[in-house]
């Protein structure tokens, strides 16, 4: 009965007292008084062992029959029992008695004591656990905050690792060059799609693109090396149809894993002549100013597949105003049919050539990757021939 007042803290009293009833016999008066909340008289279960009377001020009242014993242990009569019988118990019955009551007093004691003592542990563990909780919610915003530096620190490094692998704006009269570029994953900022170009020393624009085999930083390792030495054999003077072939007889001795697709293209901004050779590289697009666009077709095979090299070099005429589209197989594969890519993609240029050119190539991949079943490395180049 005590048990809900005394979780919560209200004081609870207990008396205690022995009376007499109407026939005299001897009995153990026992009240609970419990505090009352908003007039609610207090409820007794009828769970409860021994039957209790209930009061208006909230006093719950147990009358315990007290035994009458004699000295040698056998019961002592009382009121209306034979004439023969005392009709009074005997002293040593009544002392019994209060000795009964003096035992069952000091028991109801320590159990209050009881009480008492776990109401306080379990105050004392309240508090403990309310300050561990506070020190484990300051660790957490420490570990925040410094998961926070952390991921600062990270993103500054991986912009400055981009930075380092792209190469240098392009400013030739005539031209207007656009990219987009994004990585498989967020943990993997970087994978093997790469592009460079550059100015031939007659002027004409140079550019490559590069998907090696894999995805992460192996993969950059590989595309780094193979751009490096297409830049080297280019501005040797190296013929476009031989680089690809030259670029595997290079690299071959020092590292037989190598394995990338590749595209090259160069622009005569002066004539607007087009070169392209390739090497197992998906077909440049190109859209043209009346609207209509098409895919320049050249087989080839990579750096590291067997026979490397490009069959031929394509040559077409770029007018003003119309754009060419570079780019890897992540554009065009993300829902694992090349063919089904290749339509999309060649209705989305005709679609934004129009735009401006630095944003062709993110709007193709927003229309083209906005239903990704296989995720890869994307990347693609928008270049514009404008007028000189």
Same mark, same amino acid.
């Given at each position: 009965?005590?048990?809900?007042?005394?979780?919560?803290?209200?004081?609870?009293?207990?008396?205690?007292?022995?009376?007499?009833?109407?026939?005299?016999?001897?009995?153990?008066?026992?009240?609970?008084?419990?505090?009352?909340?908003?007039?609610?008289?207090?409820?007794?279960?009828?769970?409860?062992?021994?039957?209790?009377?209930?009061?208006?001020?909230?006093?719950?009242?147990?009358?315990?029959?007290?035994?009458?014993?004699?000295?040698?242990?056998?019961?002592?009569?009382?009121?209306?029992?034979?004439?023969?019988?005392?009709?009074?118990?005997?002293?040593?019955?009544?002392?019994?008695?209060?000795?009964?009551?003096?035992?069952?007093?000091?028991?109801?004691?320590?159990?209050?004591?009881?009480? %008492?003592?776990?109401?306080?542990?379990?105050?004392?563990?309240?508090?403990?656990?309310?300050?561990?909780?506070?020190?484990?919610?300051?660790?957490?915003?420490?570990?925040?905050?410094?998961?926070?530096?952390?991921?600062?620190?990270?993103?500054?490094?991986?912009?400055?690792?981009?930075?380092?692998?792209?190469?240098?704006?392009?400013?030739? %009269?005539?031209?207007?060059?656009?990219?987009?570029?994004?990585?498989?994953?967020?943990?993997?900022?970087?994978?093997?799609?790469?592009?460079?170009?550059?100015?031939?020393?007659?002027?004409?624009?140079?550019?490559?693109?590069? %998907?090696?085999?894999?995805?992460?930083?192996?993969?950059?390792?590989?595309?780094?090396?193979?751009?490096?030495?297409?830049?080297?054999?280019?501005?040797?003077?190296?013929?476009?149809?031989?680089?690809?072939?030259?670029?595997?007889?290079?690299?071959?001795?020092?590292?037989?894993?190598?394995?990338?697709?590749?595209?090259?293209?160069?622009?005569?901004?002066?004539?607007?002549?087009?070169?392209?050779?390739?090497?197992?590289?998906?077909?440049?697009?190109?859209?043209?100013?009346?609207?209509?666009?098409?895919?320049?077709?050249?087989?080839?095979?990579?750096?590291?597949?067997?026979?490397?090299?490009?069959?031929?070099?394509?040559?077409?005429?770029?007018?003003?105003?119309?754009?060419?589209?570079?780019?890897?197989?992540?554009?065009?594969?993300?829902?694992?049919?090349?063919?089904?890519?290749?339509?999309?993609?060649?209705?989305?240029?005709?679609?934004?050539?129009?735009?401006?050119?630095?944003?062709?190539?993110?709007?193709?991949?927003?229309?083209?990757?906005?239903?990704?079943?296989?995720?890869?490395?994307?990347?693609?180049?928008?270049?514009?021939?404008?007028?000189?």
């Amino acid at each position: 009965m005590a048990a809900p007042a005394l979780g919560g803290g209200r004081p609870v009293t207990l008396m205690s007292g022995r009376e007499t009833d109407e026939d005299g016999a001897h009995q153990l008066t026992l009240a609970l008084r419990l505090p009352q909340q908003n007039s609610v008289p207090v409820v007794v279960p009828e769970r409860l062992p021994l039957r209790a009377r209930t009061h208006s001020d909230g006093t719950v009242v147990w009358n315990l029959p007290l035994p009458s014993t004699g000295t040698n242990g056998h019961p002592v009569p009382g009121i209306g029992q034979q004439a023969c019988r005392s009709t009074a118990p005997s002293a040593a019955a009544a002392q019994s008695s209060e000795a009964d009551v003096a035992l069952l007093e000091e028991e109801l004691r320590a159990a209050l004591a009881r009480a %008492d003592a776990l109401a306080d542990e379990h105050r004392m563990l309240k508090h403990e656990l309310a300050e561990t909780n506070s020190g484990v919610l300051a660790l957490y915003v420490q570990l925040e905050e410094r998961d926070e530096q952390l991921r600062t620190a990270h993103g500054r490094t991986l912009r400055a690792l981009e930075d380092a692998l792209r190469p240098r704006p392009l400013h030739v %009269d005539g031209l207007e060059l656009a990219v987009h570029y994004a990585p498989a994953s967020d943990e993997a900022p970087t994978g093997g799609d790469l592009y460079d170009w550059f100015t031939l020393p007659d002027g004409t624009v140079h550019i490559t693109v590069v %998907d090696a085999l894999g995805h992460g930083i192996t993969s950059t390792r590989t595309a780094l090396t193979v751009t490096h030495s297409v830049r080297t054999l280019a501005l040797e003077g190296h013929p476009l149809e031989s680089i690809v072939a030259r670029t595997d007889s290079v690299l071959a001795p020092f590292d037989q894993n190598v394995m990338a697709t590749l595209l090259l293209a160069r622009l005569n901004l002066a004539d607007g002549r087009l070169t392209l050779a390739n090497g197992s590289h998906p077909p440049a697009l190109l859209a043209r100013r009346d609207g209509t666009a098409s895919y320049l077709e050249v087989r080839g095979r990579g750096v590291g597949f067997p026979m490397p090299g490009s069959d031929r070099v394509l040559t077409a005429t770029m007018e003003p105003d119309d754009v060419l589209l570079l780019y890897t197989d992540g554009l065009t594969e993300s829902r694992r049919d090349p063919c089904e890519g290749e339509a999309r993609l060649k209705e989305a240029l005709c679609r934004h050539r129009a735009r401006p050119t630095e944003q062709i190539p993110g709007l193709l991949a927003e229309d083209l990757l906005s239903d990704v079943l296989h995720q890869d490395d994307t990347l693609a180049i928008a270049v514009r021939r404008t007028a000189v």
